[in-house]
């Protein structure tokens, strides 16, 4: 190697040795929320008004009433074990199954065949978040097991107003971080390449979210 090629080398290295490291890139975002509760359960009604869900609000007298009227005169549906049966109409109790909310192997375990048989299934859910109009159901006995609010076309999902955030940091907070989350914004939906959208592909063709507060 020549005496030159030595020397820009040599000038290569000490020029990298003697440029100090790039400062970190500095991360600024939200971490709580400071908007006033009533603006935070608008934006989630907005976000998910959007994605063509639809939304109600109601109050524990009067949910019975309202998940009668979603359900029709003759639908039948599937909840979870856990599920708060005051929520439900006394009147549906003959249409109603429910999941087992355990191994989706057991004997009682309602399969994909029989959870396609139903026409709708009721869910609570952990969280919810306004700023993307996301509801995360985690697996809690009053959610059931993923299949059952991916499986039935038509979802009718109780958000307490208590479990609405307005920001991700604070939904997942609230989240366990083994469990297994499903996050719903909207109805299941899809585009071809023509950006034809197809409902129902991926999960229910219809989303019901009822704000009970």
């Known amino acids: 190697m020549t005496d030159a090629k030595t020397e820009i080398l040599n000038r290569i290295r000490g020029a990298l040795h003697d440029t100090p490291a790039p400062a970190p890139a500095e991360r600024r975002y939200r971490w709580a929320s400071e908007r006033p509760r009533e603006e935070v359960v608008e934006m989630l009604e907005d976000r998910l008004v959007d994605y063509r869900a639809a939304v109600h609000h109601e109050t524990p007298e009067s949910l019975p009433g309202r998940i009668a009227e979603l ?3 003759s639908a039948r549906y599937v909840v979870p074990a856990g599920l708060d049966l005051s ?4 009147d549906t109790a003959a249409r109603r199954a429910l999941a087992d909310p355990g191994d989706a192997r057991a004997a009682s375990a309602l399969g994909v065949r ?3 048989a139903v026409d709708a299934v009721v869910t609570s859910s952990t969280v919810s978040c306004a700023e993307t109009g996301t509801i995360f159901l985690t ?3 009053d959610e059931g097991r993923r299949a059952i609010s991916l499986v039935p076309d038509h979802h009718i999902c109780v958000v307490p107003l208590d479990t609405v955030v307005e920001l991700i940091p604070e939904a997942l907070a609230r989240v366990e971080p083994t469990a297994p989350v499903t996050m719903i914004s909207g109805p299941s939906a899809t585009s071809d390449i023509e950006l034809e959208r197809v409902e129902g592909v991926h999960g229910p063709r219809t989303l019901d979210v009822i704000l009970l507060g």
């Open 114 to 116: 029989e959870l396609n």
């Open 87 to 90: 929520w439900l109409p006394e």
């Open 71 to 73: 359900l029709g005169a």
């Open 139 to 141: 697996g809690r006995p």
